[in-house]
């Protein structure tokens, strides 16, 4: 039973990041200028490059970056 879940936990995780990996790499981009953005206070230009990192990834977008987003 143990073995089973530990599969299961396995096969969940890496279904994940092979969905995530499909668009992940430019996904990181985007999240990593507009973080930057946002130190430099460019506001309005980090809001946009979140906006085009979530439309990549569509409802896998992680809590942490949907915060920073709702303060750009």
Do not use: W
């Not at 396995?10 to 953005?37: D, M, P, S, T, W």
């Amino acid at each position: 039973m143990k073995i089973t879940i530990q599969i299961l936990i396995l096969l969940f995780v890496f279904i994940g990041k092979v969905c995530y990996g499909q668009n992940g790499g430019e996904y990181l981009g985007f999240i990593k200028e507009a973080r930057k953005l946002y130190q430099s206070k460019e506001y309005l230009k980090s809001a946009e490059k979140y906006k085009a990192a979530f439309v990549l990834t569509d409802s896998k977008i992680s809590t942490t970056d949907r915060y920073h987003a709702a303060g750009s």
